[in-house]
């Protein structure tokens, strides 16, 4: 790890110029040709289409001529107070799975760091989460774990005198937390267990010999070392909270109310339960610019530590 | 010395200790899941919960009588392999071409990739619903293959550029000054020492297809529909079937969570994109 972002830049841009010179130019952009082409024919397509829908009077119900209606749908959408509620619930939902997985991802991280017996088989286990699809993910947690008569959590509560929870009525949102955070924690644990398996067992050492105990080594030496990958796991959990649906989906359907309705869901509840496809369209239009702020933000902020 | 040693015994057994119990704890409802299966309808429903019990099979007997489990498995195959292959091959020369040809553009074209996974895929509904819809690809695989492969592509081509980028230019200019062609340097350097990336690269879009749910629920029906939309359709609210929701959702992730445990140090290793050398 003594390469960094910086002057790994400046030799490799360098020796591209090189071989750019001595091979012909047309053939590195045609390599790229099928990708670019597919990926900007996936962003354009639909991105136009859903421009058009937007603008349009567009009820899946009632077909008809496409009757131009100006801002009509974004004015529906945005007024709607559904719409607050669930980019709240969107920020939430992703800034509360990142700190818990991120947190947790380093302390476990740390913990299984060192060898001890069965590490092999604990570090094997602990990805699982990872591998379980989002259905199957909420429906275990909905029935067998938070069921407010028959699961686990409410044994334990009976079993302790408390009164168990309702999750899904009560705690719609903190319930899908736990589903989505369940399932990226082992991600991001492992992500920074390999980061912590190149630490420089030396550098530590020497710092041990000089006194530093261990709040400073994780300030000084552990968290430094891993702001790469810490990195690296925020980047790829925020492209894939942004659109958490399955669990939503599968379990509160949104509800109750708005409660645990994020924007993505919400869009889709405009489109295929409303039917109302025009709205729908100005809502993921919104997304779009909603995810670009939280994409410039993100690329801001940790952009440096990741090409 | 003696007492040092002692101590950081304790310390190691603690650590253990603490290891297994979080692990255990982390991995305990997949463990109920797995044991609900093997209950019948009225056990998995019992409380307290019944630790020992007979074991049955009928769950699973059931799950494939009644929703036909080898149909939405094979959906399942061929959507996530074939989305793999595909996205592999679209992936592969584009993140050659960035690693090994950088220009100044470079990095803003692997952003624009990656800025197009931040458009949630629902943003896209209404549109792709209604071409594939008119193309015939509405619940069909090919279709979901498609779908599957762009929503990808991105990752991918990031991922297998993060590997490319870190194989030493020297040895490319030395293939070239022996004389190699673009496909000699293709075949006989990068594919050998990029292996390791098209695999983990490979593994985690098997995985992301796998599990994916979004397209397969939105785009598929009784034909083309995957394991994931599968389970889905146990959501209904239709009365509790938790023994057959458990035996149906078992056989959805018994395989992809099989595949992971051993291969979950390749993928990892690709999942960290260069970020640990």
Redesign the interface.
């Known amino acids: 790890?003594q390469?960094t972002a910086a002057p790994l830049d400046v030799p490799?841009?360098a020796?591209?110029r090189g071989?750019?010179r001595?091979?012909p130019r047309l053939?590195?952009?045609l390599?790229?040709a099928?990708?670019?082409t597919?990926?900007f024919l996936?962003?354009i397509?639909?991105?136009v289409?859903?421009i058009y829908?937007s603008l349009i009077r567009y009820n899946l119900m009632q077909p008809g001529p496409d009757e131009f209606t100006g801002l009509a749908n974004f004015e529906f959408f945005v007024t709607d107070p559904s719409f607050l509620t669930s980019v709240g619930n969107t920020l939430l939902l992703i800034g509360s799975v990142i700190v818990i997985t991120v947190v947790g991802g380093i302390a476990?991280a740390l913990?299984?760091n060192?060898p001890?017996?069965?590490?092999g088989v604990?570090?094997?286990?602990?990805?699982?989460?990872?591998?379980?699809?989002?259905?199957?993910n909420?429906?275990?947690?909905k029935?067998?774990?938070m069921n407010p008569?028959?699961g686990?959590f409410a044994?334990i509560a009976e079993f302790f005198g408390a009164t168990p929870i309702d999750f899904m009525a009560d705690w719609p949102l903190l319930s899908i937390i736990i589903m989505v955070a369940?399932q990226w924690?082992?991600?991001a644990c492992?992500?920074f267990?390999?980061?912590l398996?190149?630490m420089n067992r030396e550098q530590l050492e020497a710092a041990r010999m000089d006194g530093a105990n261990y709040l400073q080594q994780l300030r000084f030496m552990y968290l430094p070392h891993m702001a790469?990958?810490i990195?690296?796991v925020i980047m790829?959990e925020?492209?894939f909270l942004?659109?958490v649906?399955?669990e939503i989906?599968?379990?509160t359907g949104g509800g109750p109310g708005d409660a645990s309705t994020n924007?993505?869901?919400l869009?889709?509840k405009q489109?295929?339960l409303n039917f109302d496809?025009g709205v729908?369209?100005a809502g993921?239009?919104l997304?779009?610019v909603l995810?670009?702020i939280?994409?410039v933000f993100l690329?801001r902020m940790i952009g440096k530590?990741?090409? | 010395m003696a007492q040092r040693k002692k101590s950081f015994d304790w310390l190691?057994a603690g650590?253990?200790v603490?290891?297994?119990v979080?692990?255990l704890l982390?991995?305990?409802?997949?463990l109920?899941?797995a044991m609900?299966a093997f209950k019948t309808e009225l056990q998995a429903?019992e409380?307290?919960?019944q630790w020992l019990f007979k074991p049955t099979l009928e769950n699973f007997l059931e799950v494939q009588e009644r929703s036909d489990y080898l149909l939405y498995a094979k959906n399942s195959l061929i959507t996530s392999i074939g989305s793999t292959l595909l996205g592999l091959l679209?992936?592969a020369?584009?993140a050659?071409?960035?690693a090994?040809?950088?220009?100044k553009r470079t990095?803003d074209?692997l952003?624009w990739?990656?800025?197009?996974?931040?458009?949630?895929?629902?943003?896209?509904?209404?549109?792709?619903y209604?071409?594939a819809q008119r193309s015939g690809l509405l619940d069909t695989t090919l279709g979901l293959i498609i779908v599957f492969t762009?929503?990808n592509?991105?990752?991918m081509?990031w991922m297998l550029y993060s590997y490319f980028?870190d194989i030493p230019?020297e040895i490319?200019?030395a293939a070239?000054m022996d004389g190699a062609g673009?496909w000699g340097e293709f075949r006989y350097v990068l594919v050998p020492l990029g292996m390791g990336g098209l695999a983990s690269t490979g593994l985690l879009c098997l995985?992301l297809a796998?599990?994916e749910?979004?397209w397969a629920?939105?785009l598929t029906a009784a034909n083309a529909g995957t394991?994931?939309?599968l389970?889905?359709s146990?959501?209904s609210p239709e009365g509790?079937f938790?023994a057959k929701?458990?035996a149906a959702?078992l056989l959805?992730?018994a395989p992809?969570?099989v595949?992971?445990?051993f291969s979950?140090k390749q993928l990892?290793?690709g999942?960290?994109?260069g970020?640990?050398?």
């Open positions: 790890m390469q490799r841009s020796a591209a071989t750019q001595s091979a053939l590195p952009r390599l790229m099928p990708a670019v597919t990926l996936w962003m397509v639909p991105l289409m859903t829908f476990l913990l299984v060192d001890f017996p069965g590490r604990v570090r094997m286990l602990l990805i699982s989460p990872f591998f379980i699809m989002p259905t199957v909420a429906l275990m947690w029935h067998m774990m008569i028959y686990v044994q369940w924690l082992p991600f492992l992500i267990i390999t980061a398996a190149s790469r990958s990195a690296v790829i925020m492209i942004l659109s649906f399955a989906y599968t379990t924007v993505a869901f869009i889709f489109a295929l496809a729908a369209s993921a239009l997304a779009v995810a670009n939280v994409a690329i530590n990741l090409d | 190691e650590r253990t603490a290891a297994w979080v692990t982390i991995i305990f409802p997949i109920f899941l609900t429903i409380v307290p919960t679209i992936a020369p584009a050659y071409s960035m090994f040809f950088r220009t990095r074209i952003m990739m990656l800025s197009t996974k931040f458009m949630p895929a629902v943003g896209a509904l209404v549109p792709i209604a071409l762009l929503s592509l991105p990752i081509v980028r230019h490319l200019e070239r673009v995985v796998w599990n749910a979004f629920l939105n394991l994931a939309a389970i889905a146990y959501s509790l938790w929701l458990s959702s959805a992730i992809i969570v595949f992971g445990w979950q990892v290793q999942l960290t994109f970020a640990v050398k």
